[in-house]
């Protein structure tokens, strides 16, 4: 299976738009973050245990860290640094998401749904980054 640079690219942009929203939420609002993700009434943080403020800061700034690489691949979107990008949101949503889904036991059903679709989608999208490129179709595109 291959994908063209032009969908990578799309890939590339939605994992940055995911990261500037939640690096900026859990960086410059902590507590916010913690109380309120993914949206008010929807505690997926805080129920996980209790809040910390450094923990949390450091969390928007690891999404930071990867909003910066996935801009500079969009802007210059060779094949390696769409793969690297690939390969930096990959080691991070790997784990991310086999964490969380070994600690859905807090999450009434619909929250534990919600946790593990929005965690594989973010952990797909990061593994279509590292596949071959496809050269792109005749005539452009």
Known sequence: MSITIFTKRL???ALAVSA???GV?????PLSFYDDFPLP???WVSALGPYNE???RDVGGLFLALLVLSVWALRRPTPAALRVTGGAWTVFT???FLWHVF?????P???RIGNVVALAAMLLLAILLLLPDRPPAAGGA
């Open 20 to 22: 500037a929203v939640l």
């Open 103 to 107: 600690h859905l036991g807090v999450f």
């Open 54 to 56: 450094h923990l949390t």
């Open 109 to 111: 059903p619909a929250d």
């Open 94 to 96: 790997a784990e991310h």
């Open 41 to 43: 009434g929807r505690h």
């Open 11 to 13: 890939i590339a942009a």
């Open 25 to 29: 939420w859990a960086a410059a609002f």
